[in-house]
């Protein structure tokens, strides 16, 4: 299995990262998760995009051009001959002795890519899953990619406990976002989401959806909304790269609506499904 490591195409057994890289120690750096859907990476530019975007905002300089980082990647899926699944990339600060400032010398950043097969939830995605409300107590930046992911660790694993598929974070009485997707509700026959500030990450899966609504004539609005709303809504579903637009049916005891996939939750699903093509 071959893999990507500071830009070059190597086997997974040949790399070393050191005891001492500031993501292993600090969780200093980003990530990406880009789908890959027979063999073509979906919606590239804007994961890269993000990535550069999140490298920027904690002063990460990134030593590759978009277009080339891009091509390698796109090298990588054809070597490993992925048809359905993700790419996961990550950069770190690099690798000095450990101390919280910032290196003092330049240190290039560490920067790895791996493939893994992973097929679409179809079952869940039909049936829709069920969510569970946790307090969100992470930090004010979670519009960065972090590596830094404890918050979203243990919010997902509480949801797990519960049975559910995905952890609903709200701070105090405002949904803010999944654990790892972001939420949408949809009431009177308008979708509503949360605008996209320092409290959520901007899902690139969440900005295909807005962008379908805009196209297919489905009212939308960026708007706070609160666990009262989620648990009175119409339909509930949730949005992410691995999960596309996943029902949710359930939230900690109450049904959401009928306990089946809403209309317009089935619809932006087909329309989904067309843009992937
Ligand atoms: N998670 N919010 C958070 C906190 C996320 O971690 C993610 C993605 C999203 C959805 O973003 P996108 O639509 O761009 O995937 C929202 C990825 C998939 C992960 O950590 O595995």
Known sequence: EKIIFNGEIIERSKVNIDIEDRGYQFGDGIYEVIRVYNGTLFTKEEHVNRLYE??????????YEKLELIQTLEELVQVNQLKTGIIYLQLTRGSFPRQHGFP??????????????????????????????VEDVRWLRCDIKSLNLLGNILAKQKAAESGCFEAIQHRGEEITEGSSSNVFIVKDHCLITRPATNLILNGITRQVIIK??????????????????????????????TSEVMPI??????VISSGTPGEITRKLQHLFQQKIG
Do not use: W
């Open 104 to 133: 003092k010398s330049e240190v290039p950043p560490v920067y790895v890519a791996y493939t893994r097969e992973m097929p679409i939830p179809k079952v869940s995605m039909d049936d829709g899953v069920k969510g569970l409300l």
């Open 249 to 254: 049916i359930q939230v900690n005891d109450k």
């Open 54 to 63: 999140s490298a920027e905002k904690i002063s990460i300089h990134i030593p």
């Open 212 to 241: 379908l609504c805009q196209e297919n004539g489905i009212s939308i609005r960026e708007e706070i909304f609160t666990i009262n709303d989620l648990l009175e809504a119409d339909e509930v579903f949730i949005s992410s790269t």
